[in-house]
Every structure is written in structure tokens, then in C-alpha cells.
């Protein structure tokens, strides 16, 4: 600010004629100089250059008219010029001690000091150069215990930190213990810290003392620890410096102690590939710090030695594993649905749930997801499934097969100790995946063994339970194998050979066999090109007409699946191959009638109406592990002692079925107008043919009760339609499983009519529309709904 002898000086001093008077700077007015990434505080120095055009004039005026500076920090230091508003409120009034201008570029080099604290009130224009009305903040030095406190801690962690800096003499500490204004101090010892402009120009606008003594602290401590740890870090380096030297010159000495004692160099190189390949492995640090202590062992160890060879294939194990995990691709479902409907027909619940998978796999990529595990009959493509699951997250896919293991070394692997020892079929896969995210495919699960040498499935138990796998440990590797990033899926073909705790991990989702449309459709779309492709035929060549190929799926195979389809199609195709390659001019039409002479005659034919076209033959309906199947119930009466004969190969839950039915019939010998009294001298025998096939299940009571009614009442069964169901001793019709697998057996087999318990009215839901639409249900309360049904006699009572 300028005094008033330097006003009455300015105001005497006259004008030449013809110049320029200079603006007069308002009393209450500082010419302002922002600055980019500094901090001036009351008492400090500071060394600022002033480089372009605006700042340069705001720089001259001040030195012109020998006035002091306002030092303010802008907001944003990528302005040039920033504007008032672009300017904090709270800056410093700074005298300019020295003054240069460079020769070389121009640009104003000042030293400044700073005076005090002032705020911005409005800016004052038309002067040519930066300036503002400001209010001076002059800082007040109260006698407080409190400040007094913090002072003292203030002077001694500020010695702390000096001490810690390179190169800090003593005078540093001697210069702040000079000074005697708490205040000052505060601002000296801010202006030292090595903290963002940001958090300085918050110490500078806190005007009380007791605040800005705290906030220094809180910034003298952080500096401390900052200093303290680059230190540690420092020393930590040049003794790891000095212990790779020392260990640089141990090498050389054993190369050529090595040398002399005539070794083989290859161990030397073999050695230091492993070491580079333990470098670029990106292991954990306790599995890395077990690789280089084996490493050091074979170092040591001499080629002859039998455990040399051993060693080097464990750390080759240990180094090709995939232990980093590689970025996640990012999942497209509209893409993943597009790869589903390419690959698969049908099976649109079991593919809207993949979708839900992929969906929640996108939006919680470290979710713990569920194990799927598709259940269903052979060749419904529960193997193409996991496939396009790997397709759709763009992930590596390897597939394991469970079948028939029966040792839990096989999941857990050997331990070293042994010669030969390998890892497990886990972690094989994983290596042979290259990933550790990929999707493995545990193909056959419930074909696990259990044998001597442990049980396989409860090896499996810690793979797939999320809380666990992320620390597997495989007995050969030795160290623990994160899995959480392995997407699992699952196949098998019953539930009854998957252990129960095993179960519990799992989520199923049902593939029933295909209906003779969805056939159809797979084998024109999918199958026909691929065998075609094998057997190097182009459509030119051979044409298989709808008609035929519909007869393919009718007459030549039986199955849920697809594969046998495909084998019969694959020789009709060799046929034709055989004439195309003797005559490359052959056109090739195959239709229904020129099946026989390809494929010998039909195999499977409608019997349905032959077998039962007498008293107590009925058509039943079982499921298989294969899909549902036809189960044709004969009974028949001789002279006897009133036995209950049953034969097929039937297990104790059918054999007691067949007793509940004999005693339903018995106690319903009124209503169905059967003579009681000669149950005593005959003998009632029920056989279900493939007695070669062992059969079990309470399904087969209604089946068991209409037969052994329409032999005592003499009259035949319907021959267009197929029962099931569970009995009581009451006559309710009870509920069964496998209504989707038996539904579609009644339809492959021309069966019009199917009878099914009530209770399983919301399964007909899961039957493809097309099947409904073909067959006819009728659902059944007691029994006596099945004997209206199926006998079509009017005597029977309710």
C-alpha cells in the first residue's frame, strides 16, 4: 500500500505535454498477480516468473509505481488469463524484493515476499492491467494454552520432518525455532511442506489459529510418514542390490568350481530357463517363493540323481500353469442367445436359464454363480451346451471326462514321492485350457467309481463348492490352485448316481428327449450337413427327401437322443458315397421305398394294437435313464392256490405295486362284478416282458390294477392308450415323475390316448406344444376313472 508522503509526491509531480497520465490505483486496491501451482505465505519467499502478456502488464505496473503485489492462486491452472471469478478469494500481499527481465525469452522474473493475508471484494477496471479492491486479514496472535500446545508439537515434528530430508542442515531448525508468532510459524512451516497447491491454499484462507495449527499437523505428520517410508524403501533396495551382487559373484564362483569338477553345462542352462520361467509366470508370492526354494534344491543336486529329472518336471508343472487371470471379455447376451438358437433346436427353457446365467455373469463377474449340470438322456446335446457356453463368454473350453473314474488321485493327483506321479485330471485341464478362467465341462458325473483307493465324488466336493475351490490344493502340486475363476458345468444322465453332498452343489436343469418334430428339425438343420461333409457328398449329389428321413426317425430308431439318428443317416450317405465315387455323375434321390434295401428292414414297429388285443394286456408307461419307454403288463389266471405270481425281473417297490392292486381288485369284486370266491383256487400270474431288463418304480400300479381287472372281468384293454400312475390301497391315483419322458414315448409309439395321475396336471406344461397338440390326456382321481377310460364298461360302480 502505498503511504501518503508517496501520494503527495505523485500528486505534485506535473505532467509533460503530450503524455499519457497514469491511472491512479485506488487506495483500497492491490494489482494482482495469479499464479498456477504456488502458494505464497505471509513471511516466505518465492521466486515467480511471469511469461505472458496479461501477467507481464500486471507485473510492470506494480514495479513502475513501486507497489506491492497480490498474490492469489487461480482456480484452474490450465487458464492463461483467468478471469476475477476464476480466482480464489483468499491470497497475499507480497513486496517484489528483485526484478529481471530475460533477454533471452522475455518472460519477468521476480522474487516476492509475502506481508499478509487479504480477501477480494469486486474487481476495478479501466487501469489497463489486473487489480482489485481488497480487504487486508492481519493475523492476531492470542495467548492460549491450547495454541501454546500445539506450537510446541508443531516445533517438534517440524524438526522430525527436517531431519528425515536429505541434505537439511541444522540452521532449518534453528531458523524456525527463532520464531516466536504461533502464527507465523504455522504459515513458515506450510510453506516447507512438500503437500498439492490445493491443500496449501486451504491452510492460507483458515484465518483461525487453532485450525490452521491443526491442519499443518495433520500435513507435517503425513509428510513424516511419506519420508519415513521412502526411506525404508531406499534401504530395502540397496540391500537387495547388495545381496544380488553378492549373489552375482557366488554364481560365477560355483560356474567355475563347476567347471573344474568337469559338470555339464546344460543343467546350468536348464536351471536358469526355469528361473526365467518362474519370472514370467506371475505366481503368488508363496507359490513363487516354493518355486525358487525347489529351484535352489536342483541347483544343488546332481544330474545322476534320481530325483533330478523329477524335480525338473514338477517346476516345469509349476511354471506352465495359467496362475495370472487374463481380462474378462465382455459378455453380449443378444450374441450368446444368437450362438444358442444356431447350435441347439428346441430346448428353450433349458437355454432362457443359460441366458439368466450369462445375464448375472455380466452384471457380478465376481459373483460365486451356481454349477449348472444338464441331467437328461444320451445324445440331447448336453456336451454342445458347455461349448456354447464357452463361446458365448469367449473363454477356452476343456472337457473332462468322469466316466468310470474310481480313484481320487485321478481328481486329487499323486503325490511326488511316487514314481510317475502326475497332477489330477483338474488341474491337467487347466493347463491344457492355458486359462484360469476357462469353462470345464465334468462330463458323465454320475458315472464316478468308488474302489479302494479312495472316493472320486468327494474329491469333487471341494472342486465345486465356491467357498472352497479358490484354495484347492492338488497333491502333487503341493500349493494351493485358485479355482473361484473356473466356470464349471456338469453333465449326467440320472440323478440316482450323484451322491447326495454332491447333489447339494449342483443346479439341474432337465434336457427330455426330442419329439418326432424336433427330430426332424435337428436332423434336416444339423445333422444332414455334417454327414454329408464326412462322407464328401455335396447336395447335388444326394438328396434325402422329408418323407424318408421322417422314416429314418420312425421306423429305424427309438431313442431320446439324436445319435443313433445321425448313424443311420451317416450310412444311407456311405451308400450313396460308394455309387458317387464309381460314377462321379450320380445324382442320388433317397425316398421311404429304397430304406429297406439301404438299411435292411424296419426295426421297430407299432405292436401296440397286437399286443393288446386281449383281457388283462396293458400298455404302461416307465422312464429310463434313456428317455421314457412303452412297459407292456400281461396277466393271467390258472388253477391254483390263490398265488400272486410275478415275473420280469421286477424290483420290491413294483412287486409290492402289483400285491396293492391284487387287493384293490379283491376289494372291489362287487363293483366290478367279479366272482370273490374263486380267488381261492387260481393262481394269478403277472409278467412284464424284456424279462431281461431289470424294472422298479411305484409308476406301474394303475397299469398293474387294469390288468389284472380286465382279466377278471374278460374284458380287453383299449389298444390306443398308455396309463400310469401310483395306487393306494384307497384307489387315489397317485402322482409320478418322468411325464415329459413317458408322454413322448406314448407319441413315438403311435399311442393316441395317455392317462395320467391329476396331481400331475402342471407337467403337461413342460410337453413340447406340438406333442400336446397330437395326443389326447385324460387325468385320473381313482381307478375307477382309468376302468371307465380304458375297459369302456357301463357296470362299473363308483
Known sequence: MSTDSEKEASESTPVRPGAVPTPALPQDSLILLPVRNAVLFPGMVLPLTAGHGQIKDDVQAAVKRQQPLGIVLQRDPQVQDPPFDGLNTIGTVANVLRYVTSPDDG????????????????????????AARVALLPDTAPSDSAIDARVLVLRQRAGEMIGLLPNAGGELVRALDAIESPGLLADTVAGLIDIPPARKQDILETLDLCKRLDK??????????????????????????????????LREQLRTIQHELGESADNREEARKLAEAIEAAHMPPDVETHARRELAR??????????????????????????????????????????LDEAHFGLDKVKRR?????????????????????????????????????????????????????????????????????????????????????????????????????DPAAAMLEVLDPEQNASFRDNYIGVPFDLSAVVFVATANQLDGIPGP??????????PGYTEAEKFQIARRFLVPRQLEACGLTPTQCELSDEALRSIIRDYTREAGVRSLERQIGSVFRYVALRVAEDPATHERIEPDRLPSILGHHRYEREVAMRTSLPGVVTGLAWTPVGGELLFIEASSTPGGGRLVLTGQLGDVMKESAQAALTLVKSRCEALHIDCSGFDKRDIHVHVPAGAVPKDGPSAGVALFIAIASLLMGQAVRSDCAVTGEISLRGIVLPVGGIKEKVLAALRAGIGTVLLPARNAADLEDIPAD??????????????????????????KR
Open 107 to 130: 518472460a519477468h522474473h521476480l522474487i516476492c515476499q509475502g506481508v499478509e493475508r487479504f480477501r477480494l471484494i469486486a474487481p476495478v477496471d479501466g487501469l489497463g492491467f489486473r
Open 216 to 249: 499443518v499437523l495433520d500435513a507435517v505428520a503425513g509428510r513424516i510418514e511419506v519420508l519415513r517410508l521412502s526411506q525404508e524403501i531406499g534401504e530395502q533396495t540397496r540391500g537387495r542390490l547388495d545381496q544380488r551382487q553378492r549373489e552375482m559373484m
Open 298 to 339: 536342483l541347483e544343488r543336486m546332481p544330474d545322476a540323481s534320481s530325483e533330478y529329472s523329477m524335480s525338473v518336471s514338477y517346476l516345469e508343472w509349476l511354471t506352465e500353469l495359467p496362475w495370472a487371470l487374463p481380462p474378462e471379455a465382455s459378455i453380449d447376451i443378444a450374441q450368446a442367445r444368437q450362438i
Open 354 to 454: 443359460i441366458l439368466e446365467y450369462l445375464g448375472v455373469r455380466k452384471l457380478n463377474p465376481n459373483g460365486k454363480a451356481p454349477i449348472l449340470c444338464f441331467l437328461g438322456p444320451p445324445g440331447v446335446g448336453k456336451t454342445s451346451l458347455g461349448q456354447s457356453i464357452a463361446q458365448a463368454l469367449a473363454r477356452p473350453f476343456v472337457r473332462v471326462s468322469l466316466g468310470g473314474v474310481h480313484d481320487e488321485s485321478e481328481i486329487r493327483g499323486h503325490r511326488r514321492t511316487y514314481i510317475g506321479a502326475m497332477p489330477g485330471n483338474i488341474v491337467q485341464a487347466i493347463r491344457k485350457a492355458g486359462a484360469r478362467n476357462c469353462v470345464m465341462l465334468l462330463d458323465e458325473l454320475d458315472k464316478l467309481g468308488h474302489g479302494v483307493h479312495g
Open 502 to 511: 454332491l447333489r447339494d452343489r449342483l443346479e439341474f436343469l432337465d434336457l
Open 771 to 796: 406333442a400336446r397338440s397330437q395326443l389326447r390326456f385324460v387325468l385320473l382321481e381313482t381307478v375307477d376313472d382309468a376302468l371307465r377310460e380304458l375297459i369302456e364298461t357301463k357296470s362299473v
